[in-house]
């Protein structure tokens, strides 16, 4: 086989795979099962950021969201946009891309429901459709995990970024506590049977990022009571391993927080 024909088929491979991505993600919107009001009312909104912020407490420690104020930004991968409003709330100019059709809709409800201005696009990761330094800060939280060329994405964050500028990236961690957890207890991980699943260590994010300079990667998301499980598993869970873990020493489990967020710049 030619290098030419190899390449036409990984690009063809790729497409395929965009289009089973984008598929999947359309019927399956991210923390849907927690929602108790009807999808798109701002009660549904309010519940998914509070689950969100509840689920992700360190989010807010780490991403300083008021210091974003009027800095354009691009979240790429924003499903319903929960944290995107948090980025417009408090005064940033933003943009958000998701490749399912259904996370724009809702993004946009969400947006209006708070008086907010965004653009919002159907928009693959992979090929953005913006000229080169664009963005002041690109932000995508549980995105190159999921898409098919993780590089691919990590290099076309780095283009539309603006010289200096900051990228704010999180991808699960392999070598983390709830991976351990998951395998020992047969539990499934959320989107386990999504098309794209990775998990990364520090060493394989830190290559995804080379087109970065100064990446700083700090493991996160230790663990909190589970609203989504139930049964005889959950209560274990809740009972006694949230517990018993949040007393060890945080510095000495870090390393195996479930996200790594990386900071870094152009
Ligand atoms: C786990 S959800 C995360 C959504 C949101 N960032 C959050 O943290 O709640 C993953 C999202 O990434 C989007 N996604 C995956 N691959 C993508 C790509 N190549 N381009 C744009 N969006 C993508 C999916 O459609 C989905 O909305």
């Given at each position: 086989?030619?290098?030419?024909?190899?390449?036409?088929?990984?690009?063809?491979?790729?497409?395929?795979?965009?289009?089973?991505?984008?598929?999947?993600w359309?019927?399956?919107?991210h923390d849907?099962?927690?929602?108790?009001?009807?999808?798109?009312?701002?009660?549904?909104?309010?519940?998914?950021?509070?689950?969100r912020?509840?689920k992700l407490?360190?989010l807010?420690?780490?991403?300083?969201?008021?210091?974003?104020?009027?800095?354009?930004?691009?979240e790429v991968g924003c499903g319903?946009?929960i944290d995107?409003?948090?980025?417009?709330?408090?005064?940033?100019?933003?943009?958000?891309?998701d490749?399912?059709?259904?996370?724009?809709?809702?993004?946009?409800?969400?947006?209006?429901?708070?008086?907010?201005?965004?653009?919002?696009?159907?928009?693959?990761g992979?090929?953005?459709?913006?000229?080169?330094?664009?963005?002041?800060?690109?932000y995508a939280h549980g995105v190159l995990q999921y898409t098919?060329?993780a590089?691919?994405?990590?290099?076309?964050?780095?283009?539309?970024?603006?010289?200096?500028?900051?990228?704010i990236v999180m991808v699960y961690n392999?070598?983390?506590?709830?991976?351990?957890?998951?395998?020992?207890?047969?539990?499934?991980l959320e989107h386990?049977?999504a098309?794209?699943l990775e998990k990364?260590?520090?060493?394989?994010?830190?290559?995804?990022?080379?087109?970065?300079?100064?990446?700083?990667?700090?493991?996160e998301r230790?663990?909190?009571?589970?609203?989504?499980?139930?049964?005889?598993?959950?209560?274990?869970?809740?009972?006694?391993?949230?517990?018993?873990?949040?007393?060890?020493?945080?510095?000495?489990?870090?390393?195996?927080?479930w996200h790594l967020m990386?900071?870094?710049?152009?």
């Amino acid at each position: 086989m030619t290098q030419t024909t190899l390449s036409a088929n990984a690009t063809a491979n790729n497409a395929a795979t965009i289009t089973a991505i984008g598929n999947y993600w359309n019927e399956r919107i991210h923390d849907l099962e927690i929602a108790t009001h009807p999808v798109g009312s701002t009660g549904f909104f309010r519940e998914l950021d509070e689950y969100r912020f509840d689920k992700l407490r360190y989010l807010p420690e780490v991403v300083d969201f008021p210091s974003y104020k009027g800095k354009k930004m691009l979240e790429v991968g924003c499903g319903v946009g929960i944290d995107l409003v948090r980025f417009a709330r408090a005064g940033a100019i933003v943009t958000g891309v998701d490749l399912a059709q259904v996370s724009i809709d809702l993004a946009q409800k969400n947006f209006e429901q708070n008086g907010l201005e965004a653009d919002l696009r159907v928009m693959n990761g992979e090929a953005l459709e913006f000229p080169d330094n664009s963005f002041d800060v690109v932000y995508a939280h549980g995105v190159l995990q999921y898409t098919a060329d993780a590089h691919q994405m990590a290099r076309e964050l780095h283009r539309v970024l603006k010289p200096g500028g900051e990228a704010i990236v999180m991808v699960y961690n392999k070598y983390s506590w709830l991976n351990a957890l998951s395998k020992l207890m047969s539990v499934d991980l959320e989107h386990e049977d999504a098309p794209v699943l990775e998990k990364y260590s520090i060493g394989d994010l830190k290559k995804i990022l080379r087109p970065f300079s100064q990446v700083r990667i700090v493991p996160e998301r230790f663990p909190v009571e589970s609203k989504l499980h139930h049964g005889l598993k959950a209560t274990l869970y809740n009972t006694f391993f949230v517990k018993a873990f949040n007393l060890l020493p945080r510095a000495l489990v870090r390393p195996t927080g479930w996200h790594l967020m990386a900071f870094a710049r152009k």
